[in-house]
Every structure is written in structure tokens, then in C-alpha cells.
């Protein structure tokens, strides 16, 4: 197992997958507590295929490790600036936090807040929408607050304290160290991944909890329970089989009708109707009215995509990319005052975006156009936003 494991995370290329593999194998060794001689076999085979690999795939092995904390370390860049925003989000709802499911619907304001504070443009930024904190324990802090953490608190303390019961029975062997190992490995993960927006990942933890914080080989003298008494765990069996299959139900036919638009933009074709489709259903995303406004918009119907835009903004999808089609709808309806708010939340949300800078440039009055391109210079550079200025204001936009 550890010649297989060795071999898939070295071609993964995830620097925090090798260090999470590393601590849940020093875990589960450390419990086992094999003989020496097959410890060391062990090891020397690992540390051989280990570095097959990397001689093999430099450039996902040691490549990766030696761009740590460089200014290409894009990952690493990235996750200071995602961990920035979050922790903001959370010092603004310290108690009960934004909501469970409400990080990414929040996180386009907060991560302009990390950038717009002392010291933020010196972090790497791009124009993606930060859908994950990439640190599940701060992310569950941005969204549940105190009463999140302590009620993790409280999961944490019964999981440990179930080791007590594993070594009373005698059974921390190869399942004990195995749970651990893996759990171990989890944790290690989701301090700087999202493992718990996978459902596999997520599947996986279950299953390692399960066999630790279930019942271990019970006596022989137990009875079993009557099974008149077990109409409580069927009622909440049959309540969460309904919850799935209400959800299913709801979330299914619009995501369904997103990929068919997305399907014929690929093909050339705008995917109105599909996207018309998903947003009629009983239960649509936001990214579904959004989807819907950017096809309206490229068949020039401007007035209702700015209809179905706004939906968007209002389900809580308020990113650069809404806000930066709702500023250019409005322009090109001549109403500046109805883009200017829009554009100025968008160059909040993405300040390196060139055309963002154009679009609120061409939305200023006269009296806002000083303080403009001083602004601009702060993520563009002096030159290029002196150009753009003169572009704009020049009479060429």
C-alpha cells in the first residue's frame, strides 16, 4: 500500500496532499507499531518509488517543491489572499457567521476588502470567483461563527474520546490505525483544501467515523433490542430520504438545463432557451438568471438581461462578472448614473481588470475623472492607466 500510495501522490503534483499522506501514514504506523525490519523495508521501498517518481515527473515533484513561496507559487499566492478574505468575513459575524452555504455568495466583497486594505495589493488576485475558502476549518468559521466552532469542538472531543473505547476492547489494530490514519490525513487536508465541498471526500470521512464512533464487538450476554422500539430511527431514516429526494428534485432539472446551455454555447449557439428553462424552474440557482442575462444580452435583448442579472445579484451571485455585464448593459443604454454603481462595485471586485477601468472611466463625470486615474495606476501601473485615461477621455471610447 505505501509503494501504491507513494507512486499516486507524487504524480498528484498537491504539496498538501504529500504532507497530509505523510502524517496519516506516521499515524497509522505509530499505532501499529510493526517490527523494525518490516518498518524499514517498508520505508526504503517508499522512498524508492518516491523517487522514481520525481526523477520521472520532475515537473510535478520537485519543481513544485522548490516554487514554494516563489513568485510563481500561484497556489500558495493564491490561498494567502483567499485566507484573507475569509478571516475578514468571519471578524464581521464573529457569533453565527454568514450562513452555512453563504461563504461564496459573500466571498466576492470580502476578498476586494483584503485587497483594498494596507498592504493588499501585494496579494495575487485574479478574477475567479472564490467559491472556497481552501481551509475548511476557517471557512466553517466564516459561516457558522462561534457557534460552529464549538459545536465542532464538541465533535472532535467524542471522536478522541472514543479511542478509550477501542483500546478497553482490544481491538487497536488494524482498523483502529487505519480510522486514525485516514482521519489524520482529512484534517491534514481540509487545513488547506475544501475536502468538504466533495462528496467523495466527505463519503470517505464518514466512513472512517463510523467505524470509530460505532459500536466495537458487543458482549455475547447483550440483548437485541425489540423491534417494536425502533420506530425513531425509521422515522428519521424516511425524513432524510425525503429531504434528498426534495433536493434532488429541486436542484437536478436546473443544473440540468445550465449544462444543455453551456452545451450549445460550446457549439456556437447562444443557449438562450436552455438557460430560459433552467431559470423557470421552481427552485433555480442564481448562476441560472446569470447565464440567461449573458445570453439576452448577446441576442441585444439588453433591457431583459439586465432583468435577469439583477435576479442573479439578488440570489446572491454578486461577483466582477455580474457586475461588470450589468455597468456595460446600462452604458450601452446610455444611463451612466445606472452603471456607475455597478462598475464601481466590479473594478472593487476585480482592480486589474483593464476593461473594468475602461467601462467605469467612460461611466465618470467630470468631477470624478481626476480621482480616477490615480486609482487605476494603483493595479495598473501609472503608463498604462495615463493611456487608458487618454483612450477614454481622448473621444475614442
Known amino acids: 500500500c505505501a509503494v501504491l500510495v507513494a507512486a499516486v501522490l507524487g504524480l498528484s503534483g498537491s504539496r498538501t496532499a504529500w504532507f497530509a499522506g505523510a502524517v496519516g501514514m506516521t499515524v497509522t504506523a505509530a499505532m501499529l507499531r510493526p517490527p ?3 518498518l524499514v523495508w517498508s520505508g526504503a521501498a517508499f522512498c524508492a518509488v518516491a523517487g522514481a517518481v520525481a526523477l520521472w515527473a520532475p515537473h510535478v515533484t520537485w519543481e513544485r517543491v522548490a516554487a514554494t513561496f516563489a513568485a510563481e507559487d500561484t497556489g500558495g499566492r493564491a490561498r494567502l489572499w483567499f485566507w484573507d478574505g475569509a478571516a475578514r468575513m468571519a471578524w464581521d459575524h464573529p457569533v453565527t457567521g454568514v450562513g452555512l452555504g453563504n461563504y461564496a455568495c459573500r466571498s466576492p466583497h470580502y476578498q476586494g476588502l483584503a485587497l483594498h486594505a494596507p498592504g493588499g495589493t501585494g496579494h495575487y488576485h485574479n478574477e475567479l470567483h472564490t467559491r472556497h475558502a481552501h481551509s475548511d476549518p476557517l471557512q466553517l468559521l466564516a459561516e457558522t461563527g462561534v457557534v460552529g466552532v464549538l459545536c465542532l469542538a464538541w465533535f472532535g472531543w467524542r471522536v478522541l474520546a472514543s479511542r478509550r473505547r477501542w483500546v478497553l476492547q482490544r481491538r487497536a489494530g488494524w482498523t483502529a490505525a487505519a480510522c486514525w490514519g485516514g482521519l489524520a490525513a482529512w484534517v491534514l487536508f481540509a487545513l488547506f483544501n475544501f475536502p468538504m465541498g466533495s462528496a467523495p471526500h466527505v463519503l470517505g470521512a464518514l466512513l472512517l467515523l463510523a467505524a470509530l464512533l ?3 464487538v458487543p458482549p455475547v450476554s447483550a440483548p437485541r433490542p425489540p423491534s417494536g422500539r425502533n420506530g425513531a430511527g425509521w422515522a428519521l431514516a424516511l425524513a432524510i430520504a425525503a429531504g ?3 433536493y434532488v428534485a429541486l436542484a437536478l432539472p436546473a443544473s440540468y438545463w445550465i449544462r444543455q446551455g453551456d452545451d450549445a454555447q460550446l457549439a456556437g449557439e447562444t443557449g438562450r432557451d436552455a438557460y430560459a428553462r433552467a431559470a423557470a424552474q421552481l427552485w433555480p440557482p442564481p448562476l441560472a438568471y446569470s447565464r440567461h442575462g449573458y445570453a439576452l444580452a448577446a441576442e441585444g435583448a439588453y433591457e431583459a438581461a439586465i432583468a435577469a442579472l439583477e435576479r442573479a445579484l439578488d440570489g446572491g451571485l454578486d461577483t466582477g462578472a455580474e457586475r461588470l455585464m450589468l455597468g456595460a448593459l446600462h452604458l450601452r443604454l446610455d444611463d451612466a448614473d445606472a452603471a456607475r454603481p ?10 486589474g481588470s483593464e476593461l473594468a477601468w475602461r467601462l467605469r472611466f467612460q461611466s465618470a463625470p467630470a468631477g ?3 480621482a480616477l486615474e490615480p486609482r487605476a495606476a494603483q493595479w495598473l501601473g501609472p503608463a498604462a492607466a495615463a493611456e487608458l485615461a487618454d483612450w477614454v477621455w481622448g473621444g475614442a471610447g
Do not use: I, K, N
Open 244 to 246: 434528498a429526494a426534495a
Open 368 to 370: 470624478e475623472r481626476p
Open 342 to 351: 455597478h462598475l464601481e462595485a466590479a473594478v472593487f471586485r476585480w482592480p
Open 214 to 216: 460505532g459500536p466495537c
Open 36 to 38: 523494525w525490519p518490516r
